[in-house]
């Protein structure tokens, strides 16, 4: 069991950690190749500031930050249908849309069950965010992203 919680904590360390690079990636212009290695390098297992931070799964890590790219057009589409109108993805806070693309990733390019992607992503929405109103939106959101990438979960 004990072997379980850690590499379910790992998966949900590799989803944090591709909602950051990936918004590192918007704000630094970087490639997706020097973000992921930078990660890797430098993120999982570090000690930073005389506490280790938590190892990810490196696979699971890739695959997201890779099928968000990949996909960041239909990623941004359906999140796009998924807002309010006349509220654009390009007009939301750029950790929402970093954790949109993310999710969105995981979608459209893991075999993750679609629940569990929007539980995981709305526990990020809660790291950033804390218990407002932001992880409640997040949820709305991804949920309507998730019957749009995968009716057939939800028939």
Same mark, same amino acid.
């Given at each position: 069991?004990?072997? &379980?919680?850690?590499?379910? =904590?790992?998966?949900? %360390? !590799?989803?944090?950690?591709?909602?950051? !690079?990936?918004? *590192?990636?918007?704000?630094?212009?970087?490639? $997706? /190749?020097?973000i992921v290695q930078e990660f890797e390098a &430098? =993120?999982?297992?570090?000690?930073? /500031?005389? %506490? /280790?931070?938590?190892?990810? #799964?490196? @696979?699971?890590?890739?695959? $997201?930050? #890779?099928?968000?790219?990949?996909?960041?057009?239909?990623? #941004? *589409?359906?999140?796009?249908? !998924?807002?309010?109108?006349?509220?654009?993805? #390009?007009?939301?806070?750029?950790?929402?849309?970093?954790?949109f693309r993310a999710a969105g990733g995981e979608?459209?390019?893991?075999?993750?069950?679609?629940? %569990?992607?929007?539980?995981? &992503?709305?526990?990020?929405?809660r790291a950033f965010y804390g218990d407002g =109103?932001?992880?409640?939106? %997040?949820? !709305?959101?991804?949920?309507?992203?998730?019957? @749009?990438?995968?009716?057939?979960?939800?028939?």
């Open positions: 069991m004990r072997k &379980h919680s850690r590499g379910r =904590r790992a998966r949900s %360390v !590799a989803r944090l950690h591709a909602v950051q !690079a990936l918004f *590192q990636m918007e704000s630094s212009g970087q490639t $997706v /190749e020097s &430098h =993120r999982f297992g570090a000690v930073c /500031e005389g %506490v /280790e931070m938590a190892e990810g #799964d490196s @696979e699971l890590f890739r695959q $997201v930050v #890779d099928a968000a790219v990949n996909w960041q057009a239909k990623i #941004d *589409q359906m999140t796009d249908r !998924a807002l309010v109108e006349r509220w654009p993805i #390009d007009r939301i806070d750029p950790t929402l849309r970093a954790l979608l459209l390019g893991c075999d993750t069950p679609a629940k %569990v992607v929007i539980s995981e &992503h709305v526990d990020v929405a =109103r932001e992880p409640q939106f %997040v949820n !709305a959101v991804l949920d309507h992203m998730a019957r @749009e990438a995968r009716p057939a979960e939800f028939a």
